[in-house]
């Protein structure tokens, strides 16, 4: 995403590729019709960035004059200063507009951000084309980072090289050795760790590595400029097919990024200077500014989430020319005068001035991650927004969320004698103290099992093994743990069953639910008879098992409302929309797990189970509700609170009574 000066003569058509991928990552990212694929502009800005950063570091070897600290000092120049003040506009305006959640979330990636070390926080937290990435006000700074960490290894590399054999062919083979061993992890990683493959530099670095080979084949080899104009359109026409065939729903990078990658590089050999489509004088405009219009944009993107505005198109592309407007400014009055200021002194001085400015930086990021400032906003504001945080604070220590282990860990819920188990996913984890605090009014602790996306059904498996690996030990280790207890304590089942069935809030009806699980072989959507029928078996002789030595409870599914409850609530006050309780009909969430409650029903039937409704405790006869006057049941859509799953002691204390 940066604009390097590079020891290369001036190539319009480079600015012209700059323009074409920074309009691709705007459209994409403002949902304009036609640019479902417009994220492939970021792979055309890594070989873009290969390809000046080898011009570099190859004719500086040559010359005898590469600086290595020169060449580092030129990539912050270019990069910090308007990064730097992006950050200090957003930590600003959050201090004035974002509740305590979201604020610290924001701090956090500023302090990622000024590390460029975003690409490995994002990896950690989730993925890039998920619904909560509308929620990180600096995800694009993940492509940044890996930039810089390019930049950081990339000349070392390149001199070590050299250094074994001073000439252009160590290099071209180095890098042609680095760039298929680099590709060839992206195929294997992007269906195998798919959010590791997006955002990790060893299953990117390919795409930056084409770029300086793209460097190496055009001066090497002149003669290819007899082919010019073919090349030219050739490489267009891999970008027009990646256009077509590409979208979200893609494991990517993977062999599909070739189409851009290869487009990119031909291009770029071709030096096909005078196509209209790469030097025309808006080109030029749009790639001059293409760093600060990368920038800026998704920010405004954010925002338009932040006020629920994203689904309004007049201003969707108020926003696409507010994104233009700041690109320009940013262009004229950061970017360019720091470059230019700080090319013109010295290294101390250089260093000492960026330097400062980001140690102050850093620690106001640092700060706003650490601490409250309870006083920001208004105390309605804080109490919905707040609820964010209000969890089971057992959920560090015995909730599974991760691969390495597929032990259930034991907990306790206080030291009275035991007298119940609850196991099940996340939804058991987010109910374990409102059935905790009814057994302790009869002097009974619970205890429980949890693992995230795993209902405890009978050889359940998962078609997405990164998301929910082990489920099926796990639930195999649970029953063997209830088989050698020798009791014949009460056993409560509480999973998001349905999301099993059909992946997120949408209606079976509308065959766009994907199904998690399979049982004997991958069936893709929830609705398919076959899937069902073993659903329906699975859970069936699941429960009838579980109860043939102990008195079995199954709760039916948690209401879920479709929208973060303490995000939207907190936003509508603070926006001035008011505090309306947010809620779904009861008809939507009959219509949702309707399958689900005749199976339950059926195992009810057959295994002499009991069934616990939680519908009386959260719903009345209109409306089921994910918060009460002003403050959030929820803890995010589906995951009720500390505070909102009291509301269902009453019913668990039918267990005891």
């Known amino acids: 995403m940066t604009t390097a000066a590079t020891p290369i003569t001036y190539r319009k058509d480079i600015h012209g590729l700059r323009a074409w991928a920074v309009i691709a990552v705007l459209m994409f990212h403002f949902k304009i019709p036609g640019a479902s694929a417009g994220f492939i502009g970021v792979d055309i800005f890594f070989v873009i960035s290969g390809f000046l950063m080898t011009a570099i570091v190859v004719k500086g070897l040559e010359r005898n004059s590469f600086s290595l600290w020169q060449f580092y000092l030129a990539r912050i120049r270019r990069i910090v200063p308007a990064l730097i003040f992006l950050l200090i506009v957003l930590l600003g305006l959050g201090w004035f507009w974002l509740p305590t959640p979201d604020y610290q979330s924001l701090g956090t990636q500023s302090a990622y951000s000024l590390g460029f070390l975003s690409n490995i926080g994002y990896w950690r937290s989730a993925g890039y084309f998920d619904t909560g990435a509308q929620e990180k006000w600096l995800l694009h700074t993940w492509s940044l980072g890996i930039e810089f960490q390019f930049y950081v290894l990339f000349p070392l590399f390149v001199m070590l090289l050299w250094k074994i054999k001073p000439q252009l062919k160590t290099i071209f083979w180095g890098l042609g050795l680095a760039c298929l061993a680099s590709l060839a992890l992206s195929i294997i990683a992007s269906d195998w760790k798919p959010t590791a493959a997006f955002y990790l530099l060893p299953t990117r670095g390919w795409e930056l590595v084409a770029g300086g080979l793209a460097f190496l084949v055009g001066r090497e080899m002149p003669s290819l400029q007899r082919y010019s104009k073919p ?371 059926q195992a009810a039937k057959q295994c002499g189970l009991t069934i616990l409704n939680p519908l009386p405790y959260l719903c009345d006869d209109r409306y089921c509700y994910g918060s009460r006057g002003g403050r959030p049941l929820y803890y995010d859509d589906d995951h009720l609170s500390e505070y909102g799953n009291k509301f269902l002691v009453p019913m668990f204390d039918q267990i005891f009574n």
């Open 231 to 601: 090349m030219f359109w050739l490489g267009f026409a891999f970008w027009v097919v990646a256009a077509f065939l590409i979208d979200t729903s893609l494991a990517w990078p993977s062999g599909w990024a070739l189409l851009p990658v290869f487009g990119t590089v031909l291009i770029i050999i071709a030096q096909h200077t005078q196509a209209k489509i790469m030097s025309n004088p808006l080109a030029t405009w749009l790639g001059d500014r293409s760093y600060s219009l990368y920038l800026w944009h998704w920010p405004l993107v954010v925002a338009l989430y932040f006020a629920d505005l994203h689904n309004d198109y007049l201003w969707v592309l108020s926003a696409f020319a507010l994104s233009l407007l700041l690109g320009h400014l940013s262009y004229r009055w950061i970017e360019t005068p720091t470059r230019i200021y700080l090319g013109s002194v010295g290294i101390f001085k250089q260093v000492l001035i960026l330097g400062g400015v980001g140690i102050l930086v850093g620690t106001a990021a640092v700060g706003v991650r650490l601490f409250d400032f309870k006083d920001r906003l208004t105390a309605e504001v804080q109490m919905a927004a707040n609820e964010a945080k209000n969890r089971n604070t057992y959920q560090n220590k015995c909730y599974l969320t991760s691969s390495k282990t597929n032990r259930p860990v034991d907990c306790q819920f206080n030291e009275s004698p035991l007298g119940v188990y609850l196991v099940g996913d996340s939804h058991a984890d987010a109910t374990f103290t409102a059935l905790g605090t009814a057994a302790e009014k009869y002097k009974k602790s619970t205890l429980y099992w949890s693992r995230a996306a795993c209902p405890t059904l009978i050889n359940a498996k998962f078609n997405d093994l990164e998301k929910a690996p082990g489920c099926y030990k796990f639930n195999n280790a649970v029953f063997a743990k209830l088989d050698i207890s020798g009791d014949n304590f009460p056993l409560v089942m509480v999973s998001r069953i349905t999301r099993a069935l059909i992946n997120g809030n949408e209606e079976p009806e509308n065959m766009l639910g994907k199904a998690r699980i399979y049982f004997t072989k991958k069936i893709e959507f929830g609705l398919d008879p076959t899937l069902q029928a073993q659903f329906k078996n699975s859970l069936i002789e699941t429960s009838c098992m579980l109860a043939k030595h102990r008195p079995v409870y199954l709760v039916r599914p948690i209401p879920e409302m479709g929208v973060d409850v303490p995000k939207k609530l907190s936003r509508n006050i603070l926006l001035g929309r008011g505090n309306d309780d947010i809620k779904i009909s009861i008809e939507e969430y009959y219509k949702r797990h309707k399958f689900i409650w005749d199976a339950q029903d």
